[in-house]
Each structure stands twice: as C-alpha cells, then as structure tokens.
C-alpha cells in the first residue's frame, strides 16, 4: 500500500526554538495533506489542511504563525513549530491521499515532540 | 460533516468477534464511511471503507443499513493484537477526516 512517511519520529528542543518536521507521500503524489495533533488519551485534533502551491488552510483556533505549514511540492508537506513552548508537547501526525482516490487516506508514523 | 458517535470502549477475549456500533445520522449522500485503526504512538492504519450495504476484506466486515445512519464494524476472531483504538469517520473523500472520540478496544487472553 501507499506509504506517508514522518521525520523525525521524535524531537526533544528547548523552548524558544523551532522545529521543523517532514511528511513525505513515497510513492503517490498529493496535492493536499493534513496536519493532526494528539494529546495522550484523545483523539486526533486536525489542525490543517496544506495545499501543494498554496497557502494552508487553519482549523479555527489554530495559529497559523506558531505553526507554518509549507507544501513545496507534491511529495512533501512541511510542519514548523515556532517559538515551541512546553504545552506544544505533543504527538504530530500527517496525512495524504493519492489525487486520483477517493478511497482512503494514509497516514505518517508520527512525530513525538517534547518542548522543555 | 457529520458527527459520528461511538462507545468510548470494549472489551473482548482472544477468539470471540468484536463488533462496533457508530451512529452517523447526519451522514449526507456523499458521505463514505471509513474505519481506521491506531495503536499507541503510532498513526492510524485504515482498515474499511463501505458506502452501503456490506463490505468486506481480509481483516473486517462493515455492515451498513438502508438509512445509513449507522455502520458496524465486525471484527472476527479477535486477538490481543487487535488492541486498539477504532475510529469511525464519515466524509465525502477527498475531503479532510475529522475524528471522533473512538472506541478503545481492550482483548484480553
């Protein structure tokens, strides 16, 4: 099957920093991807959808300037968390179709992301 | 989008079938029906995905009636590793996937 792949799988920074994570469609192109966080013991919180050429489109009540969102090209979507701060702390998760289905949505393995 | 609800969790034992009730009564007539799977620390893993009726694959059975309000996922057979949680999305593809709370499934030997 298609293969989304994260990286990293975990981060550990200080806050103040930023971190950059990587969602890469390995075999399939995708126009759109979309971003998910998830606390430990909740569902999956979309946070945005990333259009390749385009600006992201936010979820309500989700910085667009703490969280910057690039889609360079039909195979990677990229997640920068500006400025993270402890209660960024959180598990990452992307998500691509292939353009042409309608079927379902593949996702990454993750990124866990620790701010102290 | 229509909201989905489902039991917050379910347990079973090695070797019994496990089925899970999502309610969806707004679905909309372009609504798919979709099932994913996650374990800890790990990104959902799609297990089915009907429109109507019944479909099946190597791992489920989805059951969904005339009104389409609601869909059962089946799951034969279960083992310790089909501890998980089981989430029920429902959406017009390619359109964004909004989670519910899911079901956590416990089996125990």
């Known amino acids: 099957g298609a293969v989304v792949s994260q990286h990293p799988s975990w981060v550990i920074c200080k806050s103040g920093t930023s971190v950059k994570i990587e969602c890469r469609s390995l075999?399939?192109?995708?126009?759109?991807m979309f971003w998910y966080r998830q606390f430990p013991k909740q569902s999956l919180m979309l946070m945005a959808t990333s259009n390749e050429g385009s600006k992201a489109t936010y979820e309500q009540g989700v910085e667009k300037d703490k969280f910057l969102i690039n889609h360079a090209s039909l195979t990677l979507s990229t997640l920068t968390v500006t400025s993270a701060h402890p209660e960024d702390s959180s598990f990452y998760i992307c998500?691509?179709?292939?353009?042409?289905?309608?079927?379902?949505?593949?996702f990454g393995q993750g990124t866990r992301l620790t701010v102290v | 989008l229509a909201k989905t609800t489902q039991p917050i969790s379910m347990d079973s034992y090695e070797g019994q079938e496990v089925n899970i009730t999502c309610s969806h009564n707004n679905i909309a007539t372009n609504d798919y029906i979709t099932w994913y799977q996650q374990f800890p620390s790990q990104g959902p893993r799609f297990i089915i995905q009907g429109y109507k009726t019944k479909v099946t694959n190597e791992v489920a059975s989805l059951f969904i009636p005339a009104d389409r309000k609601s869909s059962t996922l089946s799951l034969p057979r279960v083992s310790l590793s089909d501890t998980a949680v089981y989430y029920c999305?429902?959406?017009?593809?390619?359109?964004?996937?909004?989670f519910g709370t899911g079901t956590r499934l416990q089996v125990f030997p």
């Open positions: 075999d399939f192109q995708a126009t759109t």
């Open positions: 999305l429902v959406g017009d593809p390619p359109d964004k996937l909004i």
């Open positions: 998500s691509a179709r292939r353009d042409t289905s309608r079927t379902e949505a593949f």
